[in-house]
């Protein structure tokens, strides 16, 4: 008879192997339901990489400048189409063909200004004399028979249908050259010679080439950018004032070069109050004072203006903040100063946080241009200085001047992409070693 011993199993310490669960509906002998394959790995389409990597950055005044710049953008985009229709339709038989040509120069500079942005400090300080030179080089073919005159002012080149105003990359050529040779001669600024040498001589050809083209609204706002950024790269203030009298004696004899810049400073002198003047040098700006005063608070509405029927020449260029007051009104005029003035914001929110010595002065540079210009143009229209042909920039319609602007803006953006490091940063943490709690 066998024995059955009942003593109890012990653990031996190792756990058996439990047996693998059989598939269902194979072991079992059931239909079970067919399992799920992985998700597939998503992808992100190249396009929007492309998008993404564009608008990448760190700091919110890259973005706080960004949205300013292109709802400023906008805004001029719908101004254009609202003031250009009537001349556009009697010059090409199309309501929609000037605004048409603006969309596309926004639509170009757009991209172009975020392509500036993403283009390092050392880029801009490579090639900015390349950037002058080619202005320059510019400049001087309009005085050949590729150069059209325009209002009296010979300052435009025309080349298969497309025309532009080299003095505008004039612009952005000094503003980015001016500062990197000032700069490295920042040492030297007590003596004015050393300071003259590099710096003078290319400004004067370069102010002399627009002025010789009688294009003094430029040469006024070139002059204006490069005391900006001689101010800001610290130049002394007793040689600025030396410069600014020289150049107030030099503006002053070129204003009266030509008879019709003449008329114009006599008819502002006059204020407009001489009958005889109406008809000719005081008509844009007396019909621009008329179309503020129709526009009263709030304005005739969108598209109603009065003044943009013939009345009042240049009304989507020079004078369009006219037709701003008209149809907009007061409220409409104060918001594009507030424009102006957040604008004016982001530039020195970006000098507080570069710290680049170059990046700071190109950025009080391309702040003092546009916002000088846009003051410049206001003033006009108030009849505060005479008519010297100075668009609004960013809002009035001309693509030259469009493209040059939304670059130097890309060139800003590109300083304040990256948040600068701290100076505790570049310092290595040392790592204490943790002491093990005891436990009571």
């Known amino acids: 008879m066998t024995r ?8 031996t310490g190792r756990r058996r192997p439990e047996p693998a669960a059989p598939a269902r509906g194979a ?32 700091t919110r005044e890259y973005f706080f400048l960004l949205g300013t710049t292109v709802f400023l953008l906008v805004f001029g985009l719908v101004m254009v189409l609202s003031s250009s229709a009537i001349e556009s339709r009697l010059g090409s038989g199309d309501f929609f063909a000037r605004a048409a040509r603006q969309g596309l120069y926004a639509a170009i500079g757009l991209p172009l200004m975020l392509i500036a942005a993403r283009a390092p400090v050392a880029f801009w300080k490579r090639w900015a004399g390349v950037a002058l030179l080619i202005g320059v080089a510019l ?62 001589p290319v400004v004067a050809v370069a102010v002399g080439l627009v002025l010789a083209g009688k294009d003094l609204g430029s040469a006024s706002i070139i002059i204006i950018a490069v005391l900006g950024v001689a101010f800001f790269a610290g130049v002394r203030l007793r040689h600025l004032a030396l410069v600014v009298a020289v150049l107030a004696v030099g503006v002053a004899f070129a204003s009266t070069l030509t008879l019709s810049r003449r008329n114009r400073i006599d008819a502002w002198l006059s204020g407009c109050t001489d009958p005889a003047l109406l008809g000719n040098e005081c008509w844009q ?32 260029n020079d004078f369009i903040f006219a037709i701003i007051g008209e149809e907009l009104g007061l409220l409409g005029c104060l918001l594009v100063l507030a424009l102006f003035v957040m604008l004016a914001y982001c530039f020195v929110r970006i000098v507080k946080l570069v710290r680049d010595p170059y990046a700071k002065v190109v950025t009080s540079g ?52 990256k948040r600068p490091h701290s100076l505790a940063d570049d310092v290595p943490v040392a790592r204490v070693p943790r002491t093990p709690r005891t436990t009571r």
């Open 285 to 316: 700006t007396v019909h621009g004072w008329e179309a503020l005063a129709h526009g009263g608070l709030t304005g005739v509405g969108l598209g109603n203006s009065a003044g943009k029927w013939s009345w009042i020449p240049a009304a989507d």
């Open 27 to 58: 072991a079992s002998g059931r239909p079970g339901r067919p399992q799920p394959e992985p998700p597939a790995e998503k992808r992100t389409p190249v396009a929007l990489v492309a998008v993404q990597t564009l608008f990448r950055a760190e």
């Open 4 to 11: 059955i011993d009942r003593t109890p199993n012990r653990p």
């Open 139 to 200: 400049q001087l073919l309009v005085f050949t028979n590729l150069g059209t005159e325009t209002g009296g002012n010979r300052s435009w080149l025309e080349v298969g249908g497309v025309s532009m105003q080299p003095a505008e990359l004039i612009k952005l050529g000094l503003v980015l050259w001016l500062p990197w040779i000032l700069i490295k001669r920042s040492v030297d600024f007590d003596d004015w010679r050393r300071v003259l040498v590099p710096a003078g």
């Open 366 to 417: 391309v702040m003092v241009w546009i916002i000088g210009q846009a003051l410049v143009n206001i003033a006009v229209v108030l009849g505060v200085l005479p008519v010297l042909g100075v668009p609004l920039p960013l809002v009035s319609s001309g693509g030259s001047a469009l493209l040059t602007t939304m670059t130097a803006i890309g060139v800003v953006l590109s300083f304040a992409r």
